[in-house]
């Protein structure tokens, strides 16, 4: 079983960036794929990003696309989600997830805390 604390979250102006971090322990990070979800307040949670095990295979939602970069360092067992270019409507709460098969639509098991991303207008 794994472990997964967010961190990274805050308060940027529109047109900023942010990079959020997910550390892993109990299990190697290598062992899963990961991936970054969010939920906005009175909305479901919805799919941002994912990585595959070795880091070659990445998904985006259509929304960020473009602005932000998901990527993992196994040596450091951290996923990470570089956000650029912030709106207002990427205001959430950040969660990330790991599971066994990246991607859109798989299962993931193991879920963090959450960390909080709000962006001013």
């Known amino acids: 079983q794994v472990q997964l604390v967010e961190s990274g979250g805050g308060l940027v102006q529109a047109g900023g960036s942010l990079r959020l971090s997910c550390s892993a322990s109990?299990?190697?990070?290598?062992?899963?794929?990961m991936a970054w979800f969010r939920q906005a307040p009175g909305k479901e949670r919805e799919f941002v990003a994912a990585i595959s095990r070795s880091g070659v295979s990445v998904y985006y939602a259509d929304s960020v696309k473009g602005r932000f970069t998901i990527s993992r360092d196994n040596t450091k067992n951290t996923v990470y989600l570089q956000m650029n270019s912030l709106k207002p409507e990427d205001t959430a709460v950040y969660y990330c997830?790991?599971?066994?098969?990246?991607?859109?639509?798989?299962?993931?098991?193991?879920w963090g805390q959450g960390t909080q991303v709000t962006v001013s207008s």
């Open positions: 109990g299990r190697t990070l290598s062992s899963y794929a």
């Open positions: 997830a790991a599971g066994f098969v990246a991607g859109r639509d798989a299962r993931y098991d193991y």
